[in-house]
């Protein structure tokens, strides 16, 4: 599973960024499809986005006198129904990256409990109230925090086009510290902004208990022979924490399970 999860990130990710020439001459693809939104984290900016994202888009509706965008919502609240946070672990390019990122030889560090609920604050603060009562109506996530935009966006953007470079300033240095520290800190803790910033994440989590993929649980069939606990990279109890909020459907602690006493099932049922 581990390795047809893989494939499937990768293809996500190439299917949401299928004009990577455009990172040569810094053109960026205006078409039909960027009037929908991808399911993961991937900036509208980036020259080799075909969709828009979806926590951009809910901003930039909010800037423009405080409207609400029925349609970014909706979209990321139905996908959220059906996948729950499988998005993230699934479908998501800067949860594939993070992933990756934590593969680099390293100390290993557990993330403390208490900065998972970091991400609410960031999308009530960020997300909905800052786009609109900022003077400018400006995209606050987008604008002061995400490195996904400054990673796929800004620096290639600022690398071919000159014209860019000379609009750098205070928030340009902000955003970089930002991507940094992120960085260090996904090489340091397993998906450290899909648990502690990623606005989107946050609601995908929420979802989570709800959707119609879900991570089934059999007491019954269960031997307690520790192992689902061992492998979480989320460091869950998938015994008692398979509906939470942070877990990404990552399928290690299914993959391990001698019982079978874990499945991921589609339907939720009592069984």
Same mark, same amino acid.
């Given at each position: 599973?581990?390795?047809?999860?893989?494939l499937i990130?990768f293809?996500?990710?190439v299917?949401?960024?299928?004009?990577?020439?455009?990172f040569?001459?810094?053109k960026?693809?205006?078409g039909?499809?960027k009037?929908?939104?991808?399911?993961?984290l991937?900036?509208w900016?980036c020259?080799?986005a075909?969709w828009?994202?979806p926590?951009?888009a809910?901003q930039?509706v909010a800037?423009t006198?405080?409207?609400?965008?029925?349609?970014?919502?909706?979209? /990321? @609240?139905?996908?959220?129904?059906?996948l729950? *946070?499988?998005? =993230?672990?699934f #479908? %998501? &390019?800067? +949860?594939?990256?993070?992933?990756?990122?934590?593969?680099?030889?390293?100390?290993?560090?557990k993330?403390?409990?208490?900065?998972?609920?970091?991400?609410?604050?960031?999308?009530?603060?960020?997300?909905l109230?800052?786009?609109v009562?900022?003077?400018?109506?400006?995209?606050?996530f987008c604008?002061?925090i995400?490195?996904?935009?400054?990673?796929?966006a800004?620096?290639?953007?600022?690398a071919?086009?000159?014209?860019y470079?000379?609009?750098?300033?205070k928030?340009?240095?902000?955003?970089?510290?930002?991507?940094?520290? /992120? @960085?260090?800190?996904?090489?340091?803790?397993? *998906?450290?902004f =899909?648990?502690? #910033? %990623? &606005?989107? +994440?946050a609601?995908?989590?929420?979802l989570?208990?709800?959707?119609?993929w879900?991570?089934?649980?059999s007491?019954?069939?269960c031997v307690?022979?520790?192992r689902c606990?061992?492998?979480?990279?989320l460091?869950?109890?998938p015994t008692?924490e398979?509906n939470?909020?942070?877990?990404?459907?990552?399928?290690r602690?299914?993959?391990?399970?001698?019982?079978?006493?874990?499945?991921?099932?589609?339907?939720?049922?009592?069984?």
């Amino acid at each position: 599973m581990k390795f047809s999860r893989r494939l499937i990130q990768f293809a996500a990710t190439v299917l949401s960024n299928p004009f990577a020439a455009n990172f040569f001459d810094g053109k960026l693809y205006r078409g039909g499809l960027k009037n929908f939104c991808a399911p993961g984290l991937n900036c509208w900016s980036c020259p080799a986005a075909a969709w828009s994202c979806p926590i951009g888009a809910m901003q930039t509706v909010a800037g423009t006198g405080g409207k609400f965008s029925f349609y970014a919502a909706g979209f /990321v @609240i139905l996908v959220g129904l059906f996948l729950g *946070r499988a998005v =993230c672990g699934f #479908l %998501c &390019p800067f +949860g594939l990256l993070q992933e990756l990122l934590n593969k680099i030889p390293s100390p290993k560090k557990k993330l403390p409990r208490p900065l998972t609920g970091v991400k609410y604050f960031v999308l009530i603060m960020f997300v909905l109230i800052l786009p609109v009562a900022l003077p400018l109506g400006e995209p606050a996530f987008c604008e002061f925090i995400c490195p996904a935009g400054l990673l796929e966006a800004g620096l290639p953007l600022i690398a071919v086009r000159e014209e860019y470079r000379d609009l750098l300033g205070k928030i340009f240095a902000l955003k970089l510290f930002v991507l940094v520290a /992120v @960085i260090v800190a996904c090489v340091l803790v397993h *998906r450290f902004f =899909c648990r502690v #910033l %990623c &606005p989107l +994440g946050a609601i995908y989590g929420l979802l989570n208990r709800y959707s119609f993929w879900q991570l089934k649980f059999s007491a019954q069939l269960c031997v307690d022979c520790g192992r689902c606990r061992k492998v979480c990279p989320l460091n869950l109890d998938p015994t008692r924490e398979n509906n939470s909020a942070e877990c990404v459907r990552c399928n290690r602690c299914v993959d391990v399970c001698p019982s079978k006493a874990l499945r991921q099932k589609f339907l939720r049922d009592d069984r």
